[in-house]
């Protein structure tokens, strides 16, 4: 019996201490999708019961390979299951240096259909654990074990990296240290993740999918700038709302150091030579750097005004003070979807309702690191 | 007379009979502690005070049961019936298994308690990196409970070589084959032959301190290196 190979097709339920879990989603089997939600949602237990480590019922199946299939009593052991686990703390074998660490799961990868793997110089460059290696995992930060024990996760050569939020218990400069190179893997891997997290602001890096729970229940799943945009869920009233999207650069103005980038439906242009033409770069555009005109702006020092047309209007706030307007861009209005926060005052003086036309003006992008050039950041 | 001939025997056969209970300890001590310290199961505890007992039993009350334990009509002698003998009590075999049952709390309890310390999640980790259970025990668990080991081999050596009322009750004093260190010791006293006793007594006085200061040593170097 076989399913579509290339999707992860999960359904768990059962009872978790107080709560109850109840979850169903499908993931693609590339990229990262991210599940998303407040800290007790459920989310760690859902990469546990992928594992194998923890058992509710349910079925399990990834790219076409049956994990776990409790009414055709199917439970494949965690030791059985081709996944790749990095934990939320350090969890180096103290008793192995670094390369005995990383040699632990090479070792034993060995079993044929798994996917093929990187070399173990691969790994330690893409890492930059190199000078680590004889080391013992006492002797490292926070940081570099969990770049370790990702590495050591990725030689055991997964046909799914499982991440439970791996960078939650670092201090912020070694988040910072540690992303570029979960972003170098999203870039150069073709290996899929379930990625775990609370943080948005990581998730906007990183993530192509979002898996949204709440109380141990999926309240949404899609693509992330899809979510980001929906009227119906919290991201959008968040403080920081914003929405993320890809883009690929199209052409790099050298006169003014300005690069164009293409997203769905409109080119952006952002300061900086940022790559050469035909490179993936993410971008993110806060609800709060986006305006609306009615009419296209001149003699504006905005340089971004694209057209859109008016997707929905909700209300921000229980004063009704500020409203979030969500556009659609493309004079066919078929392109990404920006978020706007504006006063109700002004959503009503320009008309901006569903299905109305209107310029989008974006005061700021913020490029997101991109693997290419780990150092730069925004 | 001082014949230091006669000092030798009951020290090699205190050795051998500390080395082979050792080791027995170990191979039998090592599933109990990991039970102990992975079982869910309501009655654990109940096991792990029928291990510990001879902490607190009198080596007599201990030393009158095996005694009836080992002898004819007992399960001993059912085994040793197997063999063709009619007895375990007062026979090496007899003091190796009285030794172990005596020293068996001293080997369990610090393995028990290095393996509980190694905690589930190192075994988690071992399972997603596709190690069997049973590989995991020996490439993860056994390494980092090492120093619990080496613990509970110490003491169980030490202890089994210091044993006296247990070895009194079950072996008597058969030179060669049951007379071990403390019962020689004990010997040399009531004959008043206070130069040999001078002698093994001193010598297990430096055995036990040098015992003692390894383990401190080996202690402080595994809590240098870190976990």
Redesign the interface.
């Known amino acids: 019996m076989r399913a579509d190979g290339g999707t992860i097709e999960a359904a768990f339920a059962g009872t978790l201490g107080a709560f109850s879990l109840d979850v169903a989603f499908t993931a693609p089997m590339r990229g990262i999708t991210a599940l998303f939600g407040p800290s007790g949602c459920g989310k760690t237990a859902v990469l546990r019961c992928t ?3 923890q058992r509710l019922t349910g079925t399990l199946r990834v790219g076409g390979a049956t994990w776990q299939d409790d009414a055709m009593g199917v439970f494949r ?9 990095v ?1 939320q703390e350090a ?1 180096l ?3 192995l240096s670094v390369r005995g660490n990383l040699d ?2 090479a070792r ?2 060995g ?1 044929p259909g798994h996917a093929p793997g990187l070399a173990f110089g691969e790994v330690v460059d893409l890492l930059g654990i190199a000078a680590l290696l004889d080391r ?1 995992p ?1 002797m490292l930060s926070g940081g570099e074990r969990q770049r370790v024990a990702i590495g ?2 990725l030689l ?1 050569r997964p046909r799914l990296l ?1 991440m439970d939020e791996p960078l939650a218990s670092l201090d912020r400069p070694a988040k910072e240290d540690i992303l570029p190179y979960l972003e170098a893997l999203h870039e150069g891997l073709s290996i899929p993740m379930l990625y775990v997290s609370h943080d948005i602001a990581e998730l906007e890096r990183l993530a192509d999918m979002l898996v949204l729970m709440d109380r141990g229940r999926v309240t949404a799943a899609g693509s992330l700038a899809e979510l980001e945009a929906d009227p119906r869920l919290p991201l959008l009233t968040a403080n920081e709302a914003a929405v993320t999207l890809d883009g690929e650069v199209i052409a790099v103005d050298e006169d003014y150091a300005l690069t164009s980038l293409a997203i769905a439906g409109a080119v952006l242009v952002v300061p900086g030579r940022q790559g050469g033409p035909g490179q993936r770069r993410r971008l993110r555009i806060r609800a709060s750097d986006v305006s609306f005109t009615r009419a296209r702006p001149v003699e504006t020092s905005i340089l971004n005004c694209l057209a859109a047309r008016i997707v929905s209007v909700t209300p921000q706030d229980r004063d009704d003070a500020q409203v979030n307007v969500v556009a659609a861009l493309g004079e066919d209005a078929a392109g990404a979807r920006v978020v706007g926060r504006v006063t109700r005052k002004s959503q009503e003086a320009l008309d901006l309702v569903p299905g109305a036309e209107a310029f989008v003006q974006v005061k700021s992008v913020a490029l997101l690191a991109s693997a290419a050039t780990p150092a730069s950041e925004r | 007379m001082f014949e230091a001939a006669d000092l030798w025997p009951p020290i090699r056969l205190t050795l051998e009979l500390a080395t082979v209970t050792t080791l027995v300890l170990l191979a039998l001590g090592t599933p109990i502690a990991w039970w102990l310290a992975r079982s869910h199961a309501p009655w654990k505890e109940a096991v792990a005070a029928v291990v510990a007992l001879p902490l607190v039993l009198p080596p007599t009350v201990l030393g009158f049961y095996l005694l009836i334990a080992l002898g004819p009509d007992g399960p001993g002698g059912w085994i040793a019936a197997l063999a063709g003998a009619r007895t375990l009590a007062f026979t090496f075999e007899g003091l190796v298994i009285g030794s172990v049952v005596y020293s068996m709390p001293f080997v369990v309890q610090p393995i028990r308690n290095a393996f509980a310390a190694v905690g589930d999640r190192p075994l988690e980790v071992a399972a997603t990196l596709r190690a069997s259970p049973w590989d995991a025990f020996w490439s993860v668990a056994v390494p980092l409970a090492r120093p619990g080991f080496m613990t509970g081999a110490v003491l169980g050596f030490a202890h089994t070589v210091g044993e006296f009322g247990v070895v009194l009750m079950i072996g008597g004093n058969i030179p060669g084959q049951t007379r071990v260190l403390s019962v020689a010791i004990y010997d040399y006293v009531e004959t008043l032959r206070w130069t040999e006793a001078h002698i093994l007594a001193g010598g297990m006085l430096a055995f036990s301190f040098v015992v003692i200061l390894a383990m401190m040593l080996l202690d402080r170097r595994i809590g240098r290196t870190g976990t």
Do not use: E
């Open positions: 594992a194998g480590l052991k965690p030791h059985r299951r081709s996944v790749g686990y934990f969890s074998f103290a008793h632990y799961g034993r990868s079993t013992a006492a050591r996760a055991s499982l």
